[in-house]
T-cell receptor
Framework: DAMVIQNPRYQVTQFGKPVTLSCSQT?????MYWYQQKSSQAPKLLFH???????NEADTPDNFQSRRPNTSFCFLDIRSPGLGDAAMYLC????????????FGPGTRLTVT | GESVGLHLPTLSVQEGDNSIINCAYS??????FIWYKQESGKGPQFIID?????DKRQGQRVTVLLNKTVKHLSLQIAATQPGDSAVYFC??????????FGKGTKLTVNP
């Protein structure tokens, strides 16, 4: 059974048109993460939530926002997608902050036209 | 700053051989290390982890070795199978709590 679910798996949006990616988890984990992964590169952390506490990475553009309405769901909002935002977006969860395995979802492949 | 790198971007092995994937890290304060496997079009999948108070940990067909003296991490896969073909990432975690990924090594298993 899927533990970290991401929808949609593929998303096409137009340049400048807001888009929302969603992630849900059945693990009841405290921490949820959003990563951006471009082709042939390692995942890059954008931000994470520890419960309701939001933690933004210093180099994450303001164009990227996140919401976590409850334990199970977390959303990634891209307010004005640019061509450079085309990437795989990975959601992950972990029970705790440190020394705790992160479980990744299958990712959403975002294309910007 | 924190950074994790890999020695080789690609590795090609014959089916049945053992594979060794290497990783160098720079943050001596890192105390938790993970290896992930990522198949094409999928999210990273946990393989094995190790804490800094250990130098070796074994799983099913996989072994992780940690050498803190030279800040080196390796993943050994025994009897490599075609299904092991993927990109392998090492990742480290230290005081910042952030998981820092290395660049990845693409493993190709030839039948």
């Amino acid at each position: 059974d899927a533990m970290v679910i991401q929808n949609p798996r593929y998303q096409v949006t137009q340049f400048g048109k807001p888009v929302t990616l969603s992630c849900s988890q059945t693990l009841n984990h405290n921490v949820m993460y959003w990563y951006q992964q471009k082709s042939s590169q390692a995942p890059k952390l954008l931000f994470h939530y520890y419960d309701k506490d939001f933690n933004n990475e210093a180099d994450t553009p303001d164009n990227f926002q996140s919401r976590r309405p409850n334990t199970s769901f977390c959303f990634l909002d891209i307010r004005s997608p640019g061509l450079g935002d085309a990437a795989m977006y990975l959601c992950a969860t972990s029970r705790d902050h440190h020394a705790s395995e992160q479980y990744f979802g299958p990712g959403t492949r975002l294309t910007v036209t | 700053g924190e950074s994790v790198g890999l020695h080789l971007p690609t590795l090609s092995v014959q089916e049945g051989d053992n594979s060794i994937i290497n990783c160098a890290y720079s943050n001596s304060a890192s105390d938790y290390f993970i290896w992930y496997k990522q198949e094409s079009g999928k999210g990273p999948q946990f393989i094995i982890d190790i804490r800094s108070n250990m130098d070796k940990r074994q799983g099913q067909r996989v072994t992780v070795l940690l050498n803190k003296t030279v800040k080196h991490l390796s993943l050994q896969i025994a009897a490599t199978q075609p299904g092991d073909s993927a990109v392998y990432f090492c990742a480290e975690q230290g005081g910042s709590e952030k998981l820092v990924f290395g660049k990845g090594t693409k493993l190709t298993v030839n039948p």
